[in-house]
Every structure is written in C-alpha cells, then in structure tokens.
C-alpha cells in the first residue's frame, strides 16, 4: 500500500512537471532523493522513463483531431497541412535522436542532485533573459513553422539530455528564442514529446536488464494512470496561462528550487 502511495504521488508529479518547463525528470530524481528510497524500483530508468507514457498518452487524447492526418471532417488541404506538421516534428527529432543514443549511457552516470539543480538554475536564469529581451513573434501559427527553425528547435531539444533540464524547458526556450509565439512553442513542444518520449521510453526498456516482478507492473500502471490524468489538467493550465502571462514565474521557480536543493545537500554533505 505504502508503494502505491508512492506511485501515486509521483504520478502527480510527472503529470504536473512534464508539460511545465520544470523538468519532469528532475523533480522525480530529487523527490526520490527526499524519500530515500535508494536502490528502490522507483530510482530505475525504467520506472522514470516509462512513466511518462501515461502523460503523452493526455497529449494524444486532448490534440487527436489536430494530429490525426487521417479525421474524415477534414478538408485535403487540412490533411496535407496535419502530414506537414508531422513532417516537421520528425525533423525536429532527428538531433535528439542521433546524440542522445550517442550519449545515453554518460548521462545515466551523471544523474544525480548536484546536476539536476544546477540545470534548474541555468535554464531558469534562461527563461528570464529570454524573456527580458524577447521581440515580436514571427511565428503565430504552427502551420507557419519552416523546417529549418523545426530543426533549430530540435536542437535545443538535445539539451534536454542533461538531467534537470527540461526537455520540454529546452524546446520551448529556443522556440522562443527563434521567433514562435508562446503558445506556438508550447504547442509544438508538445507534439515533439511523443516520438521522442515513447522512442526514450522503448530504449530504456530495451537497454536496460532490471526485470520487473507482477508488483512492480501494477506499481508502473498505477503511476502511468495518474501522470495520464494529472497530464490532462496540466497542459490545459499552460495553454490557457501563456495566453495571457510569460514563462518568468517558470524561470523563477527554477532557480529557487535549485538554489534550495544546492542548499540542502551542500548541509547534508558537510555533516556529514
């Protein structure tokens, strides 16, 4: 019971973290780090990774029509314009999926606190200069997105390999930087998470050997069910907050959070 409690929890944090440019992952390695659980399933690429299924399967859900290049009640030039943005999303995977197969294993060995909160701070310092010196939109539609910025975009996107990052804080940031309006990049970034999720998800599931008893499979399904509907109200926030507000409340969360996470280990390694 107590390790459903757990799942649950967590659950809610994936739901609410991946879809916020507040690093999904992160916020899972550092309430790990809090419970202590060492060594426990819930620390395993499997159950961090695999998760985050059950928030893109919310993506799926909420933006269906919108992805679906097949919806009858669309017209041939609506359906050109659907195959196009997929189009887009693949080329804007490829950086991502060539460096970080590249780099996979050397980052599994760097994931820790110390990291994670210094990505917090860095990308949160980010959020607010950008922000701070940010132009007029060029980009106002997704239909409006050329393939080189989808390209540009994903290489901001391979930043994301750095645990504590954000791979949706790294996507939204440089669309931003590159002239996409707010709700644009929020948009895009979401389209982006579901090949790159689902390919992150089957490779952590292929390359690792941790093989999972019946518990654990329920444990997975429970968290997977929560991120999935916690997913649903978290992106529907941010679709409705950019509207109207910037990322700086983002970029300050970062960097309170890191700065409190450094705090805190920083004590416990000197009483250490």
Known sequence: MIDILKA???????????????????????????????????????????????????IVTLYFKKLNPF????????????????????????????????????????????????????????FLLAERR????????????????????GAFQVLSIVPGTSRSGATILGAIILGLSREVAAEFSFFLAIPVMVGVSGLKLVTNDYAMNTTEWVILAVAMVVAYVVSLIAVKFLTGYVKKHDFKIFG????????????????ELLVK
């Open 134 to 153: 940010r132009a007029q939109a060029k980009v106002t539609d997704i239909n409006g997105l050329t393939y080189k910025t989808a390209l540009l975009i």
């Open 8 to 58: 649950i929890f967590l659950g809610i944090v994936e739901g609410i973290t991946e879809w916020l440019p507040i690093s999904s992952t992160g916020h899972m390695i550092l309430v790990n780090e809090f419970i202590g659980d060492k060594g426990s399933f819930f620390e395993t690429d499997v159950f961090l990774y695999v998760i985050q299924l059950g928030a893109i399967l919310a």
């Open 71 to 126: 919806a009858p009640s669309k017209s041939p030039t609506e359906k050109r314009a659907t195959w196009d943005m997929w189009f887009k999303v693949v080329v804007a995977c490829l950086p991502a999926a060539v460096i970080g197969l590249l780099f996979n294993d050397y980052m599994d060995k760097i994931e820790n606190a110390w990291v994670v909160s210094s990505m917090l701070i860095l990308y949160g310092i980010g």
């Open 252 to 267: 300050w969360y970062r960097i309170v959070l890191g700065i409190i996470v450094l705090g805190y280990f920083s004590v």
